[in-house]
């Protein structure tokens, strides 16, 4: 399973890495839900691509993934914070960022772990409850 995902300091963190697939992207959704379904607030999330090596995954499945993210609901207004650092994995963010139609969710594409957590600690952008 070439993903982690921990809910360290109340956000959902998930780090991918190696060859990322279709099938790995289903899971780590799956996974991700069943997390937050344990919480009673939602928790922000990072999503770490900095380690994959490969992308197995197209439009087809950031799609579906996307319409999977925009049927959910939450208890509040998510930061949902991309961490990349090759131009491939800021592409496969951007295109989640641009199909993302959740309003409970803000998508922002950032380049460390400490800046989406700056971004999360950042008061005047917080989200609207």
Do not use: C
């Not at 999330?45 to 609901?73: H, P």
Request: aromatic share 10%.
């Amino acid at each position: 399973m070439p993903f982690e995902l921990t809910t360290p300091d109340a956000v959902l963190f998930a780090r991918v890495f190696g060859v990322f697939t279709a099938r790995d992207l289903n899971r780590l959704a799956t996974e991700a839900e069943i997390a937050e379904a344990t919480h009673a607030v939602s928790l922000d999330r990072i999503t770490d691509l900095t380690a994959v090596e490969r992308f197995e995954v197209g439009f087809r499945e950031i799609y579906d993934f996307a319409i999977r993210r925009s049927l959910q609901r939450f208890s509040r207004v998510v930061k949902s914070a991309i961490v990349v650092q090759e131009s491939v994995q800021f592409g496969m963010g951007r295109v989640y960022q641009a199909l993302n139609e959740n309003p409970q969710i803000r998508v922002r594409i950032l380049r460390s772990v400490t800046e989406a957590k700056e971004w999360f600690a950042d008061l005047k952008d917080a989200p609207n409850e």
